[in-house]
């Protein structure tokens, strides 16, 4: 079938981020925008987190001082904030209806004023944001907000993440990506690509031998976490290409709790038991790297097998307050099937190589005084 499709021929023409692809960027046409701007989009919207984030700063700075250019994100799947029922994704609860409220306080009001004339929308701040965990919403002038710091989480040995620098000479973490056996995105067998996935349980990622754990001690306080969170990776690798994938998680606490809904229920309504929620591994957000762009998007290059490089980049923005009491936990591995296509782990034309092109790559995470892997949060103070 692709062959068949002038646009699959398209992205298989252009594998790099080149004219093609920039003529192509949504963010240009946020230029010289005249009418009243109200972006909304959900935080677990499996079809596009990042675009209405990115959408909403692009107007921001290709129209200064633009009179009504405003952003609300809801704890939504794709289309949730129009949706009756906008108080859980998955087996996570938010304590409200979050979409009839944002029906009542922000798009109600918003078409009453530039539509009918009437009504008041001095209520619709900069930026409307749901604090997932928190379970609130929250009104900033800007966004991400001015009162956040960002903090380095540093990888330790022995699966330990904290904001100390590690200070061993010598230390790292390793796994064997293998193609043909790839990290699932879920754990369990279904016929299409789901939503709540965005919010999952990770513990059964967790128990695989190609996926890296790093978790902090107990916290002791609330951090809230507000914007993009930035991966910063000093890896070797076997191969001349790999994935990184790095999973940002709120692990609840281990006493044994349940909700009220499963998370086959929306997918299989006969299905309706609660979900055992005592040392759940929320996803709150992940993002996938394709290694052989760590340097450039536009020239990708070959890893030099076992030479520590740094591989750096942005997860989608967020917000989410880990309580105390929970753990922040990071995963890293080097493959999300079928979300992401495989990677040879060679440095191939991907389209066009073969299976025999797929090979198992040994991939080392360093945390050591000299190469210190880390995670910058940007903590809301």
Not at 83 to 89: M, R, S, Y
Not at 122 to 131: E, L, P
């Given at each position: 079938m692709g062959d068949s499709i002038a646009f699959w021929k398209d992205l298989m023409a252009h594998p790099n981020y080149d004219a093609w692809w920039k003529a192509r960027d949504a963010r240009n046409a946020t230029k010289n925008l005249q009418p009243a701007m109200l972006w909304v989009g959900g935080q677990f919207d499996a079809e596009d987190d990042w675009g209405a984030w990115n959408a909403y700063k692009a107007a921001e700075q290709n129209n200064p001082g633009k009179?009504?250019?405003?952003?609300?994100?809801?704890?939504?799947?794709?289309?949730?904030?129009?949706?009756?029922?906008?108080?859980?994704?998955?087996?996570?609860?938010?304590?409200?209806?979050?979409?009839?409220?944002?029906?009542?306080?922000?798009e109600i009001p918003f078409f009453n004023y530039f539509l009918l004339g009437k009504g008041d929308i001095?209520?619709?701040?900069?930026?409307?944001?749901?604090?997932t965990g928190a379970n609130e919403w929250?009104?900033?002038?800007?966004?991400?907000?001015?009162?956040?710091?960002?903090?380095?989480?540093?990888?330790?040995?022995?699966?330990?993440?904290?904001?100390?620098?590690?200070?061993?000479?010598?230390?790292?973490?390793?796994?064997?990506?293998?193609?043909?056996?790839p990290v699932p995105y879920e754990d369990f067998v279904h016929f299409n690509r789901t939503r709540t996935y965005m919010t999952d349980d990770q513990r059964f990622a967790s128990r695989r031998t190609d996926v890296l754990v790093f978790q902090t001690d107990t916290l002791t306080k609330d951090v809230t976490v507000t914007g993009n969170v930035i991966a910063d990776l000093l890896t070797s690798i076997s191969t001349t290409d790999a994935d990184f994938v790095v999973k940002v998680i709120d692990v609840y606490p281990d006493y044994l709790s349940y909700n009220d809904v499963n998370i086959y229920a929306e997918e299989n309504p006969v299905v309706a038991y609660p979900y055992p929620m005592g040392g759940y591994q929320m996803l709150v957000r992940a993002e996938v790297f394709r290694g052989r762009y760590r340097k450039s998007f536009e020239h990708p290059s070959a890893f030099i097998p076992g030479k520590i490089e740094e591989v750096k980049f942005e997860l989608s923005s967020f917000a989410h307050e880990f309580k105390k009491g929970h753990r922040i936990m990071v995963q890293i591995q080097s493959?999300?099937?079928?979300?992401?296509?495989?990677?040879?782990?060679?440095?191939?034309?991907?389209y066009h190589c073969s299976e025999k092109d797929f090979i198992k790559s040994d991939i080392k995470i360093y945390h050591n005084a000299t190469n210190a892997s880390k995670i910058i949060l940007p903590v809301l103070k």
């Open positions: 009179a009504f250019n405003k952003i609300v994100e809801g704890p939504w799947y794709h289309t949730q904030w129009a949706n009756q029922d906008g108080t859980h994704h998955g087996n996570i609860r938010f304590g409200s209806n979050t979409s009839e409220y944002y029906q009542q306080h922000f001095s209520q619709i701040a900069k930026a409307n944001i749901f604090i929250k009104s900033f002038n800007q966004w991400p907000p001015k009162n956040k710091e960002d903090e380095a989480m540093y990888l330790q040995p022995g699966g330990k993440l904290g904001t100390s620098k590690p200070t061993a000479e010598k230390s790292f973490s390793e796994y064997v990506s293998d193609p043909a056996k493959s999300w099937f079928p979300l992401v296509d495989r990677n040879p782990q060679q440095f191939v034309d991907i």
